[in-house]
């Protein structure tokens, strides 16, 4: 279509108002708020042993839930691929249930099986291994709402690449783990660590299935997310600057992060 | 010849194609059930439970639970919410991956990066920018938070990159000799639009506005600091297990779930991935 240039004009001006409406402003009005009364208060609201305390279950979380989704990812991605079992296409429909079940119902579900009265919450109870309201529980909550990233990012970067090499050196002699190593994962490590960028950023940024399961004790578990919530939650002018603070904190993470899927993402065979 | 223990390179130089395809199987099947294992622990047997939780009581309290004023006003407001959102979501996001791929202009591709940033960005902070611009003290003086319009602008911010993102890659990959053809015949900007551009979107539109539909329908976080009294489904499931109802907050979580397989069922058919 060749469009007038004042219609091309306009349609850019709208496009463009609304982005900037939309998140542009929005981020700077965040950004304005938590250096408004000075760098020194914010940098004060961000090594609170409170928001210190935050930062660190933050990071220890996505510590314990991308590995082992990234690791669950790689190798449910070759099963469904490269597999040849029964029951692959039930796992392969089951797979995105994390992306359509509200996380709120993660916190629900998990309560009701790791709980205190849940059907294995006894058991961990019993033997001193508290989960819900203390950072397990986090754990499993962050895990569940993140999983499905690694999968949905190797699968179909492992159908594009097809077999054949791996098949060559399968009849030159090397073992699977040989192939695997040598052969799959350097094929696939952009789209593996697109996946890995996603699972990160879903698991930094996770609040609703997280608030359910944690007992919201300042110092103990809560997350940044939570701090965030908790402080603007909280009335007085003082407490509102603690949580644009902590919010700043998570901004310029996702600005890291969406650096990342900047430069990632065109790297992913799929893309092209 | 050592034993394999991954199904997907499972072939040794002697292998017949028959013996490797058996081998294959017998691995692939352990890697299967490690994963169905993963699955179960973390996600199946949880929702399960909130199935069984749901229903421990009959099907008739379960009924009774889900159609009470507050759960069927709740669904109302979340699923009118979610119709205006993806509505909205569908013609915006179309606009701005049309110009996006159409439109040539300086700074394009910064703002084609800023298109993931509400996947980026965790939903509390999207909230409290909210509340930071349209809250109490707003610099711009519109007060929007804690009505149902600051919960449409929230739900628009956080599913912004599903429609655009769906429709971009369509569009590149759109010919462009039909369009001019089209215009050749004398057809105006509008007619090939609507009769050429249009349908060859439309599936791509489509899939995008159902996942829109999706996590509005799921949405808490950035929903939690600008909600106010606006009764969305998912804060009553949250207060309904802050307020030790599990039952009650279990049956609305299965209303809620079988809406979700549903439009997960819908974009399999309509061939769509679902992702994020």
């Known amino acids: ?272 | 010849m050592s034993t394999s223990t991954s199904g997907y390179a499972a072939t040794a130089p002697s292998a017949t194609p028959r013996r490797r395809a058996r081998r294959g199987a017998h691995t692939s099947g352990l890697g299967l059930g490690l994963c169905t294992l993963y699955m179960s622990v973390i996600v199946l047997i949880p929702l399960a439970a909130v199935v069984v939780q749901a229903f421990n009581q009959g099907l008739s309290t379960f009924w009774d639970s889900v159609t009470t004023t507050v759960s069927l006003r709740a669904l109302g407001e979340t699923l009118l919410a979610a119709l205006i959102v993806a509505a909205i979501g569908a013609v915006m996001g179309t606009m701005v991956a049309w110009v996006l791929v159409r439109d040539q202009f300086p700074g394009k591709r910064f703002i084609n990066a800023l298109i993931d940033l509400p996947f980026a960005l965790p939903t509390i902070v999207a909230g409290l920018t909210l509340l930071a611009l349209y809250g109490p003290g707003s610099p711009v003086g519109i007060h929007l938070a804690y009505t149902r319009a600051a919960v449409i602008v929230a739900l628009l911010f956080v599913t912004l990159p599903f429609v655009v993102r769906s429709v971009q890659p369509v569009l590149i990959e759109l010919d462009q000799e039909v369009e001019e053809a089209a215009a050749s015949l004398g057809a105006s900007n509008a007619i090939t639009f609507r009769r050429i551009v249009l349908p060859a979107l439309r599936p791509s539109i489509l899939s995008g506005a159902a996942l829109a539909f999706a996590r509005c329908v799921g949405e808490i976080g950035s929903l939690l600091l600008i909600v106010g009294k606006v009764q969305i489904a998912s804060i009553v499931i949250f207060d309904d297990i802050e307020g030790d109802a599990p039952h009650a907050a279990a049956s609305l979580s299965v209303v809620l779930l079988v809406l979700s397989l549903l439009i997960l069922i819908g974009l399999r058919r309509l061939g769509g991935r679902v992702a994020h």
């Open chain 1, 1 to 272: 279509m060749r469009i007038s240039r004042p219609a091309t004009l306009s349609l850019r001006a709208v496009a463009l108002l609304y982005l900037a409406l939309l998140l542009l402003l929005p981020l700077g009005v965040v950004f304005v708020r938590t250096f408004e009364h000075g760098i020194g208060t914010a940098w004060n609201w961000m090594t609170t042993p409170a928001a210190v305390s935050a930062f660190w279950l933050t990071v220890k979380l996505a510590a314990i839930a991308v590995p082992l989704n990234t690791i669950f990812g790689v190798g449910c991605a070759l099963v469904l691929v490269r597999g040849h079992g029964r029951g692959r296409a039930v796992l392969d429909s089951l797979i995105d249930l994390p992306f359509v079940v509200s996380p709120v119902i993660v916190g629900l579900a998990l309560i009701l099986v790791y709980g205190e009265q849940g059907w294995f919450g006894k058991w961990f109870v019993q033997h001193g291994i508290p989960i819900i309201y203390s950072w397990p529980g986090m754990a499993i909550a962050t895990i569940f709402v993140s999983l499905p990233f690694v999968v949905r990012e190797v699968a179909p970067v492992l159908i594009e690449i097809g077999d054949e090499q791996e098949q060559a050196a399968a009849t030159l002699g090397a073992s699977s783990w040989q192939t695997f190593w040598r052969i799959t994962l350097p094929s696939i490590r952009w789209g593996v660590a697109y996946g890995v960028v996603l699972t990160t950023a879903r698991a930094l940024g996770e609040i609703g299935a997280v608030l359910v399961v944690s007992s919201n004790v300042a110092g103990q578990t809560l997350t940044l997310p939570l701090l965030v919530n908790q402080r603007a939650d909280q009335i007085g002018a003082g407490q509102i600057t603690g949580a644009y603070s902590a919010a700043t904190e998570l901004a310029i993470m996702s600005l890291i992060v969406l650096l990342a899927m900047t430069v990632l993402g065109p790297r992913r065979p799929e893309s092209r």
